[in-house]
């Protein structure tokens, strides 16, 4: 005989609905029964409580970890609920501070950073095939994710651990490296640190002017090193002074690369360079990473989007 240890608050509620538990065929009241205690246990509302509001989890997620000497790297996969071909992967790189703090409590995920675009539009980028991969900053980086450090071989080796844990567990060889704002900065040192390992590079809302943060994109001279194809993605009216649109098309030019320029959207709230202005795409999240995902698919830049 299978014995269950309901909480008090379940057991009251199957009592007050044991008319329904009558009424019903025999099949139908075990379903009831057993969506009334999963979604009544202390578990299921945590969860439900602290990621309702976010569309995201509509779909599964999942944390990914890889313990390394002193120190750990995590990243948040997400996929459709019933893809069966995962072959693509998407890895998210978001803006300052870049560090998410990513972990589970109480059978909890909870994350920093909602609110930034590649982080909060993520569900966008969901097909049968394609899962993606929010990483967050090695543990021993919470404090301070120095784009200095970025730069570094250790980084490059960090990050080159999570992605291949994450193509362990899912199957995919096929990446694509996605920044935004300084996390930019973090996609071309990850990819330029680890050849081979993303087939394809999006920048988006880059930072190009050096800040107190560090130098931005400003220095990079040898695009043409770069190991993989490059995609520029930027709005228009991007107010951030560090992130203006005409030096993307100054980029774009330099590295021979094309550029998706976005339009509208908004109504924008916060700062500048905050991720609900035309910096973070508000408005036009979900186009904006339509067109993404048709150039990693194609590898072509339709005249629509460009300019």
């Not at 009831?32 to 409580?49: E, H, W």
């Not at 996390?183 to 071309?188: D, E, I, K, N």
């Not at 924008?268 to 036009?284: I, M, Q």
């Amino acid at each position: 005989m299978l014995i269950m240890k309901i909480p008090w608050n379940t057991a009251s509620m199957i009592l007050r609905t044991r008319k329904i538990l009558t009424l019903l065929p025999p099949a139908a009241a075990t379903i009831f029964f057993a969506l009334l205690v999963t979604f009544t246990s202390p578990s299921a509302r945590a969860q439900s409580g602290a990621n309702a509001s976010d569309p995201n989890f509509e779909h599964p997620n999942r944390i990914i970890t890889v313990h390394l000497e002193g120190r750990s790297i995590s990243g948040l996969a997400s996929h459709l609920k019933d893809a069966k071909s995962l072959r693509r992967g998407v890895v998210l790189f978001p803006g300052y501070p870049g560090i998410i703090r990513l972990r589970e409590e109480d059978g909890v995920i909870r994350f920093e950073q909602r609110g930034n675009f590649l982080v909060r539009s993520r569900r966008h980028w969901l097909d049968d095939e394609t899962v993606t991969l929010v990483a967050d900053a090695p543990t021993d980086q919470w404090i301070a994710f120095g784009q200095r450090f970025r730069e570094t071989p250790r980084y490059g080796a960090d990050l080159a651990a999570l992605v291949n844990e994450a193509s362990r567990i899912y199957g995919v060889q096929d990446w694509t490296f996605v920044g935004t704002s300084e996390g930019s900065v973090t996609a071309y040192h990850a990819s330029r640190l680890n050849p081979g390992l993303a087939r394809r590079i999006i920048l988006t809302a880059s930072v190009f002017l050096p800040s107190r943060g560090g130098p931005g994109l400003y220095g990079v001279s040898d695009w043409g090193k770069l190991p993989a194809p490059l995609l520029w993605v930027h709005h228009e009216d991007d107010p951030c002074p560090y992130t203006a649109y005409r030096i993307a098309r100054e980029f774009a030019a330099k590295s021979a690369s094309p550029l998706i320029t976005m339009h509208g959207g908004g109504p924008g709230s916060g700062d500048a360079c905050e991720a609900r202005t035309a910096h973070g795409f508000a408005g036009v999240e979900e186009e904006t990473i339509v067109a993404m995902r048709a150039w990693v698919r194609t590898g072509v830049v339709t005249a629509q989007e460009g300019k």
